[in-house]
């Protein structure tokens, strides 16, 4: 009757679960892009070199000079 032996159905079945993790992937992915911060993209370079000084990735040392450096 179908011409198809009920593959029709399974097939529909097999995109709705596509599209079904495709929009769980992109959720998934929205909410751990927001949560990392990269989407502010506005910070200053002041900020920066304080958000690093603040996690210890550079000493004071460096942070006087880098910052002296960016005010010229």
């Known amino acids: 009757m179908h011409g198809y032996g009920g593959w029709n159905m399974g097939a529909m079945g097999?995109?709705?679960i596509l599209v079904l993790v495709f929009l769980a992937a992109l959720v998934w992915a929205s909410?751990?892009?927001?949560?990392?911060?990269?989407y502010n993209a506005r910070e200053t370079p002041e900020q920066?070199?304080?958000?690093?000084?603040?996690?210890?990735?550079i000493d004071q040392e460096q942070?006087?000079?880098?910052?002296?450096d960016l005010r010229k």
């Open 48 to 57: 920066i070199l304080k958000r690093r000084f603040a996690k210890g990735e």
């Open 63 to 68: 942070y006087d000079r880098m910052l002296s």
């Open 31 to 38: 909410i751990a892009y927001f949560r990392s911060g990269n």
């Open 14 to 16: 097999f995109w709705w």
